[in-house]
């Protein structure tokens, strides 16, 4: 009896080490990380500096544009294999976690838009005098929300050498609107529960208009009780934003994705303006139909835990194949220009 006991301990022990193994395999990364320290009119920035763990000469840059919410430089470890990705094509990666998070000075609920592209112009300035970076080869990647950033961003540094663009919205309200009925389709509400919330979206969108404080917003028993005054404050500080006139300054290439399944952002509004507005020789957009907001494979889409799983697991299997062959073929096709 104890000899049979024995053997299973010993499989099941051999079991946990092999799994370990495997996540500790697919959680190790092919590049190298430092934790730099970036500064700016605004404060000290905390971030991760990615470079290929070899170098043979000036390698290019690509800097990272967060979407919204209190982002650390790696995003809770999702930018990671990107990073990975982009070391291997032979670029560094920058990003930092905004001010207020992981220690970066200052308040990222105080930034409008337009702080944030002027604070990353700082970063990229910065960046540039690095011996490791080739300053002509400095392009930039974003999610969601640095739709907004981006453009405004290769509208005060020229020298940006591409952008790539990963589910942008273009006009704020038109994607909270949607974000919110897409949301509640998904959850199966009614359409009287929708029509409703369509009032309820226009009545906090007529406050906004008019700058109405916090605590007034708060007394009416539509308001959104989870918000604090600082996002109300930031809201009102964005909500007008809209990147139809921004994106008109593209002046390098610009890879679009967008996803089929994303109830965040309307891809197919995306897609036809920035086709509408950006010269087609500069806009290259994948869309993948199984895709979500975040580019996740289409068998992760409609499962969270599934999801937190693959994360912890197999971090490089999060998204879609495809978005890492086109950023893959992207980026060569520039340095074969």
Same mark, same amino acid.
């Given at each position: 009896m104890k000899t049979k006991?024995?053997?299973?301990?010993?499989?099941?022990?051999?079991?946990?080490?092999?799994?370990v193994g495997i996540v500790l395999f697919?959680?190790?990364?092919?590049?190298?990380?430092?934790?730099?320290?970036?500064?700016?009119?605004?404060?000290?920035?905390n971030g991760s500096l990615v470079l290929p763990e070899k170098i043979e000469d000036n390698v290019g840059l690509v800097i990272f544009i967060h979407g919204d919410g209190p982002a650390d430089a790696s995003y809770n470890g999702a930018y990671e294999p990107l990073w990975e990705e982009l070391a291997k094509e032979g670029y560094a990666s920058l990003s930092w976690s905004k001010p207020g998070i992981n220690g970066s000075e200052g308040n990222w609920l105080d930034q409008s838009m337009e702080d944030r592209a002027t604070e990353a112009v700082e970063v990229i300035n910065w960046a540039k005098s690095l011996p490791e970076i080739d300053g002509k080869k400095i392009g930039l990647w974003g999610a969601s929300q640095a739709g907004w950033v981006i453009p405004k961003i290769v509208q005060l540094d020229k020298s940006i050498a591409f952008s790539i663009?990963?589910?942008?919205?273009?006009?704020?309200?038109?994607?909270?609107?949607f974000n919110t009925l897409g949301r509640m389709k998904n959850e199966g509400s009614s359409l009287a529960e929708?029509?409703?919330?369509?009032?309820?979206?226009?009545?906090? !969108? =007529?406050?906004?208009?008019?700058? +109405?404080?916090?605590?007034?917003?708060?007394?009416?028993?539509?308001?959104?009780?989870?918000?604090?005054?600082?996002?109300?404050?930031f809201i009102i500080k964005n909500y007008q934003s809209d990147s139809t006139e921004d994106i008109k300054h593209f002046y390098s290439p610009v890879k679009l994705f967008l996803g089929g399944q994303d109830i965040n952002v309307d891809s197919n509004n995306t897609k036809e303006v920035y086709e509408d507005v950006i010269p087609?020789?500069? !806009? =290259?957009?994948?869309?993948?139909? +199984?895709?979500d907001h975040s580019m996740l494979r289409a068998s992760l889409v409609d499962s969270k835990w599934l999801t937190v799983f693959t994360a912890i697991v197999a971090p490089r299997q999060l998204v879609d194949e495809r978005y890492y062959n086109e950023i893959r073929e992207f980026l060569r096709s520039l340095n074969h220009a």
């Open positions: 006991r024995s053997k299973i301990i010993s499989v099941l022990g051999i079991f946990i080490i092999l799994c697919q959680n190790t990364y092919v590049m190298r990380v430092t934790s730099v320290q970036i500064p700016t009119s605004k404060g000290s920035l663009l990963v589910a942008p919205a273009v006009n704020w309200v038109d994607q909270g609107l929708m029509e409703q919330a369509k009032e309820d979206y226009q009545w906090t !969108l =007529s406050l906004l208009e008019k700058n +109405t404080p916090y605590q007034e917003y708060q007394r009416d028993e539509r308001a959104e009780k989870g918000i604090s005054e600082e996002r109300w404050n087609k020789e500069l !806009l =290259s957009v994948t869309v993948i139909p +199984t895709a």
